[in-house]
């Protein structure tokens, strides 16, 4: 009977929880664009903050749409992964040294991510080509909505390889690129960053990172985490992942439903995005000449995306306009690493396209 009741109480304790989780998580998934607000945390009047579903591509896709100053120039997005999405997990970290002072801002969830990816997505949908006709899609509304015939656009990781790729294509549409943490040729750049953490195990005389080495896959997560724990991945301040997952789940702008959608989206973009396709495109080859002003913010620790062949491909491309700023405390998100620096490197790109006529 004792035994009984103890695993009576465990599966009490075990159902408790259960629920205590969900609760949690339905009380911080109201579904609601988190607000803007100024240095004493008062409503920004003049801002605009909001989000958004329309059919792009023949798919229910999600935004949020936000910026202190509705006159600013318009910027879009483009987030990583493939399938992350970032403003989600990393609005936790938002600071007022932040792209909304600057632009109004879409945060666009692209195929197959967050409130991207409703039931019924075809997989076989999630293409590169087809994100580039949707990012062109995403900017022909902003531009018809906000009266622009130009728009900045920004992507990160991932989502620097399809930004370069529609800027490369469709330069009409945009004022200036900006890359973060560039894509160039990632297969090349996975060999580069095992090297590296090769090279640092044997430095430190870490056996256990050796022993995970032995084998050459960019893709175990012995790996992966290596680049964490190294300090060369997400962060150079350390281990990032499990805290963007909880910033995930604390995110108030998703209901319940588009959280779950979102962690689906991942395996799924994943799966379907990141190919050889992708892997093996050299944009030294594909991409020599881009007819926009092009400008690279890249962390110095990054080897989640190779900073080396970043500046390699700076020094070939041929631009309009172009330039490279180094980010000397950060890995592969300078945006969330060190947002003051971003901010002011933003900023000068935006006074170099004023100074020039290019909006």
């Known amino acids: 009977m004792r035994v009984k009741r103890f695993f009576v109480i465990i599966l009490g304790i075990i159902v408790v929880l259960m629920i205590s ?12 664009t988190p607000q803007l607000t100024d240095t004493e ?53 938002e600071t007022q040294d932040r792209l909304e002072k600057e632009f109004v801002v879409c945060y666009w969830d692209q195929r197959g991510t967050g409130m991207s990816n409703p039931k019924g997505l075809k997989k076989e949908t999630l293409t590169t080509s087809n994100l580039i006709q949707d990012t062109v899609e995403v900017t ?38 900006l890359g973060v943490g560039q894509v160039i040729h990632q297969k090349e750049g996975q060999k580069r960053a095992y090297q590296y953490l090769r090279d640092q195990a044997k430095e430190k005389n870490d056996q256990k990172a050796l022993k995970k080495l032995a084998t050459f896959d960019p893709e175990a997560p012995a790996y992966n985490m290596l680049l964490e724990e190294y300090g060369v991945g997400i962060r150079h301040d350390g281990p990032a992942t499990m805290k963007l997952l909880k910033n995930l789940l604390f995110f108030k702008g998703y209901t319940s439903k588009e959280k779950w959608q979102a962690i689906q989206g991942m395996a799924l973009s994943n799966q379907q995005l990141d190919t050889p396709d992708y892997s093996e495109d050299n944009l030294v080859k594909t991409v020599p000449k ?21 500046k390699e491909f700076y020094e070939k491309v041929d631009a309009p306009k172009k330039g490279f700023y180094t980010f000397e405390n950060s890995a592969h998100s300078p945006n969330m690493e060190e ?10 790109v935006v006074e170099i396209v004023d100074h020039q006529g290019g909006r």
Do not use: C
């Open 140 to 177: 022909k509304y902003l531009q018809k909505r906000f009266d622009k015939q130009q728009i900045f656009l920004m992507g990160h990781s991932f989502g620097s390889y399809i930004g370069l790729k529609t800027a490369q294509k469709y330069p009409e549409n945009y004022v200036a690129y």
């Open 290 to 310: 881009v007819d926009v002003p092009v400008y690279f913010l890249h962390g110095k620790y990054d080897y989640q995306v190779s900073y080396e062949m970043a």
């Open 41 to 93: 945390d008062q409503p920004i009047s003049s801002s605009i903050n909001e989000k958004k579903s329309m059919s792009i591509g023949g798919v229910q896709q999600g935004m949020f749409i936000r910026g202190e100053d509705k006159t600013k120039p318009v910027l879009l997005f483009l987030h990583g992964g493939p399938g992350t999405p970032e403003f989600a997990m990393s609005h936790a970290w």
């Open 21 to 32: 989780a969900l609760l949690i998580l339905l009380v911080n998934s109201p579904g609601k």
């Open 339 to 348: 947002p003051a620096v971003f901010m002011k490197a933003v900023k000068e």
